[in-house]
């Protein structure tokens, strides 16, 4: 079993920023992969970015490549999301997935098993 608590959503303006972070605990030699996924109500969850803990290996969807990047502390089983210039749109709880999963499918909500509770990330115009 892996458990998963991320931190540092918040409210924040326009053009703002916001690092989160999500600590992993438990069971960290079965997942290879670590995703950030976010949701609004009403909507599907979306992949947003994914680091491949061995290699450092990371993936972005195209909505938020060169704004938000995504980074790992292997010491302490972390990975972080920085969100750089923050819209509105982005406005959603953001959640931070594990699993031992292929490259191609990461950013895939059913191919995670493990997830966090998730953080609110609110931004205003």
């Known amino acids: 079993q892996v458990q998963l608590v991320e931190s540092g959503g918040g409210s924040v303006q326009a053009g703002g920023s916001l690092r989160l972070s999500c600590a992993a605990s438990?069971?960290?030699?079965?997942?290879?992969?670590m995703g950030w996924f976010r949701q609004e109500p009403g909507k599907e969850r979306e992949g947003l970015a994914a680091i491949y803990t061995g290699g450092g290996y990371s993936y972005y969807a195209d909505s938020v490549k060169g704004r938000f990047t995504i980074s790992q502390d292997n010491a302490e089983n972390t990975v972080y999301l920085q969100l750089n210039s923050l819209q509105p749109e982005d406005t959603a709880m953001y959640y931070c997935a594990a699993d031992w999963i292929y490259r191609s499918t990461w950013s895939r909500p059913s191919s995670y098993n493990y997830w966090g509770q998730g953080t609110q990330v609110t931004v205003s115009s």
């Open positions: 438990g069971d960290t030699d079965s997942y290879n992969c």
